[in-house]
């Protein structure tokens, strides 16, 4: 069984510090990693992607992947009480196709 | 364009009724999804349809059958409603070559 597993938290950070969210997955063929962020009572949104070692920023996003350690982050710079959400990390199964393999979530909250 | 849209938005049934959950996508994606997502267990994906076609098993599949109609629908459908059954679903779609998915804005369920 392919597993993503996150903490669930909550993660509590105040207004303007960093964030850090992080991931780790059993698939060592894994290609594929999400960022997808969901707000209480909506459907997931995707805030980033990464395919190869290293890091990746978007605005106030980074995403940093290490395939050796089989670990994926995400950084969230000068955070807002707007960020509170639930992040979800995602990996691809090339056992289901193109499916994604969802981690159960962590819980972000942004104090002002 | 509409993105995917989910029909209907909230149902409450009975145990032993049926229902068909709809979905329909105007993105030209191959690929499409059916996830459920309960309080602490992430996403579980239930069916998945690589293309037109075709449909395979995800990680749940019991108690629901899928059809992908054309390109642009996937509906799911519930045979004999269990209370077990209760969450949200989302519906999903993708383009193979990105893996990126989108999401619906998901049906609520309450089997009684």
């Known amino acids: 069984q392919k597993e993503v597993e996150q903490n669930s938290g909550p993660l509590s950070v105040p207004e303007g510090a960093i964030a850090s969210l992080n991931c780790t997955y059993s698939d060592r063929g894994s290609q594929s990693f999400f960022w997808y962020r969901q707000y209480s009572g909506k459907s997931p949104e995707l805030i980033m992607s990464?395919?190869?070692?290293g890091d990746k920023e978007d605005g106030r996003f980074t995403a940093q992947l290490n395939k050796a350690s089989q670990y994926v982050s995400l950084l969230i710079r000068d955070s807002q009480p707007s960020d509170s959400a639930t992040y979800l990390c995602?990996?691809?199964?090339?056992?289901?196709?193109?499916?994604?393999?969802f981690g159960k979530g962590t819980t972000l909250s942004v104090s002002s | 364009n509409a993105g995917v849209t989910q029909t209907p938005k909230f149902q409450v049934l009975k145990t032993g009724q049926s229902m068909t959950l709809q979905c329909a996508q105007d993105m030209n994606h191959n690929s499409m999804y059916w996830y459920r997502q309960d309080p602490g267990m992430g996403l579980r994906l239930i069916y998945y349809?690589?293309?037109?076609?075709?449909?395979d098993k995800g990680e749940v599949p019991n108690g629901y059958n899928v059809s992908r109609l054309n390109k642009r629908e996937f509906s799911l459908r519930l045979e004999s409603a269990a209370p077990s059954q209760t969450s949200v679903y989302f519906c999903?779609?993708?383009?193979?070559?990105?893996?990126?998915?989108?999401f619906g804005p998901g049906t609520r369920l309450l089997v009684l």
């Open positions: 999903a779609s993708s383009d193979p070559d990105v893996k990126t998915q989108y």
């Open positions: 990464i395919y190869s070692n």
């Open positions: 995602a990996v691809n199964s090339y056992q289901a196709g193109t499916a994604l393999i």
């Open positions: 349809s690589a293309s037109e076609g075709t449909t």
